[in-house]
């Protein structure tokens, strides 16, 4: 069996930001959950995708969430499939060219809710630390992403960031 993540783009999307210190709450249409980002971020909706993120600190740090729709159900109740989904993402995110020269610093499975879920943390070079935690649905792949600087990744807002994003389903 083969399962394949649609438009999955695991790149740190840098543009440019709104000054605005406001912590506003964003629910994507069908993505089943929320979050909130410490100012207007900007919106890209793929055929089966979704992304939003929010570039901070003149741009040498990002907060991104990225939904992407799966091409097939996810076997949620077989471990060794949801582990291979999971392995396959992160592989992708070392491969990237984005995130050139990267460190694998943690890799921890956990569940977020009744959900499988990975968090991830990279050092990068010309970036600082990627962390990124993969959240697997039946139909869905989440991931929230803070990058930039060591101390802007695990900072207050980031926390906050993190802790802001909820499943609804």
């Known amino acids: 069996m083969k399962w394949v993540l649609t438009g999955l783009s695991l790149a740190c999307v840098v543009v440019l930001c709104a000054a605005d210190d406001k912590w506003m709450k964003i629910e994507p249409k069908d993505a089943s959950c ?19 993120s929010l570039p901070v600190k003149s741009d040498t740090a990002a907060y991104s969430l990225q939904i ?17 989904i999971l392995d396959q993402a992160q592989q992708a995110l070392m491969k990237s060219d984005k995130l050139e020269g990267n460190k694998l ?19 990068v070079p010309k970036l600082g630390v990627y962390r990124v935690k993969l ?5 869905k792949f989440y991931q929230v992403i803070v990058a930039g600087p060591a101390d802007f990744t695990k900072g207050d807002d980031a926390k906050k960031f ?5 499943l609804t389903d």
Do not use: C
């Open 68 to 84: 992407n729709e799966l091409q097939n159900k996810a076997p949620l109740d077989q471990p060794d499939a949801v582990k291979k």
């Open 162 to 166: 993190y802790e802001s994003f909820k």
């Open 34 to 52: 929320s979050i909130e980002f410490p100012g207007k971020p900007k919106e890209e909706m793929g055929e089966k995708s979704w992304h939003v």
């Open 105 to 123: 610093v943690k890799s921890e499975d956990g569940m977020f809710g009744k959900y499988p879920s990975r968090d991830i943390e990279l050092t």
């Open 135 to 139: 959240v697997l649905t039946t139909d």
